[in-house]
């Protein structure tokens, strides 16, 4: 006898509350965009995206291969790291800032920075606390908030006001209900780096309102015109309110290696390396001794990175003036915010720029409600495609 059985529908499994509050990954849809458009047989110019385009310099990759063969390194890492890296981390930042860290308690190592900014909120924040959340801002940050049940209140960047925040214009219920707040210079996506004096505003503003600060120095490194972008922790008083995230992604280009710090606050690092102590073994031991020595050797490829994004800046706002699209040159980061022609949305101006002359930028409003009217273009492409990406859009009349 034969017995049919009848198909059965796949079980139903009900995610966790905190899955469902997640924000929507608004740049996976920019990707998808560009795949079509390639697909289609365009040869597509992507200015969009914010992963460093150059390889690795080779003596960091030299140092793994050989790190790669230690024996001692196939072994699970000490669980908040080996001391050797941070000691190389706070020696560098010496060295550039003149800022003094203790390896063993100011110092966490993380996967990647971006790990440290969603981390932070899951240490600080309940249910019922307010964030303060620059607005544009790298969306990562509402990522942690959401996982620890928090709210956020955006700090609006206008260019008005230097696209720095204005404390002054905060709600003062907000500001009882705020634990935590970041703070991102060189700023992604604007471009614009920050003064001592917005330093000292914020260590003032964060002890009166007993907020920490979370400063993601993620571009540190990359300041032009000669100006060396400022750490929060060379301000007085900093590590007493916050810490600072830096990463090895951008200054040599190790985007994909995944090495980062959490900076300052004794008690902060703590929580940080507690949380890290549930979830990691840290880092592969071989990629933390690459990692030391990036950051112990001279540092000529630094410099000749940053002179690199310089001169693609240059390219591109020189062509930008000739078509006549007028714009602030970036102060800083390898990111140029630009201000779209009126009558679009700055998805739509993407859109059109995608669609008829092949050229990906980045909406403006995937980084915040304050980030409508403008794209970010990655310089993140050589010179004479930038010039290109130009050219093509000059072809389309916009700013005539």
């Known amino acids: 006898m034969n017995i049919h059985k009848q198909p059965t529908s796949p079980t139903k499994f009900e995610p966790a509350e905190r899955m469902k509050q997640l924000p929507e990954q608004f740049f996976a849809s920019l990707v998808s965009k560009v795949t079509r458009q390639i697909s289609m047989g365009h040869d597509v110019i992507n200015l969009g995206q914010g992963n460093p385009d150059q390889p690795t310099p080779s003596h960091i990759v030299t140092a793994l291969q050989d790190s790669a063969s230690n024996p001692l390194y196939h072994k699970y890492p000490p669980f908040s790291g080996y001391r050797f890296l941070k000691e190389a981390i706070a020696d560098r930042y010496k060295q550039d800032y003149n800022v003094e860290l203790d390896p063993d308690t100011e ?61 002054a214009a905060l709600h003062a219920d907000d500001l009882n209900r705020a634990k935590l707040m970041f703070i991102n210079y060189p700023n992604n996506p604007t471009g614009v780096n920050a003064p001592a004096s917005f330093y000292e505003e914020t260590i003032r503003f964060a002890e009166k309102n007993g907020i920490v600060v979370a400063s993601d120095f ?32 951008k200054t040599y280009n190790m985007a994909g290696w995944r090495v980062g710090f959490a900076l300052g606050n004794r008690e902060i690092v703590r929580y940080i390396n507690l949380i890290q102590d549930h979830y990691y073994v840290s880092l592969f031991g071989g990629i933390q001794a690459a990692a030391a020595t990036a950051l112990t050797s001279p540092q000529h490829c630094v410099q000749q990175l940053v002179q690199t994004y310089e001169s693609r800046r240059n390219a ?10 007028e714009a602030t040159p970036s102060q800083g980061s390898f990111f140029a915010w630009l201000p779209i022609p009126k009558g679009y949305t700055s998805a739509a101006f993407a859109d059109l720029l995608l669609e008829q002359a092949h050229v990906m930028v980045a909406p403006g409003i995937g980084f915040g409600q304050s980030g409508e009217g403008y794209v970010r273009v990655g310089l993140l492409s050589s010179e004479e495609r930038l010039q290109e990406a130009v050219r093509r859009i000059g072809a389309l009349n916009l700013f005539k």
């Open 218 to 249: 993620a571009y540190g490194a990359i300041g032009f015109d000669g100006q060396r972008p400022i750490s929060f922790l060379e301000l007085p008083g900093a590590k007493e309110v916050g810490v600072e995230f830096y990463t090895l992604s």
């Open 107 to 167: 110092v966490a190592i993380l996967f990647g920075g971006k790990t440290g900014l969603v981390e932070i909120s899951q240490c600080l924040l309940n249910p019922g606390d307010v964030c303060l959340v620059p607005d544009p801002g790298y969306p990562d940050y509402w990522s942690g908030v959401a996982l620890s049940g928090a709210e956020m209140v955006f700090m609006p960047l206008l260019e008005s006001n230097a696209f720095l925040p204005d404390y």
């Open 316 to 325: 591109l706002f020189g062509a930008l003036s000739d078509i006549g699209w």
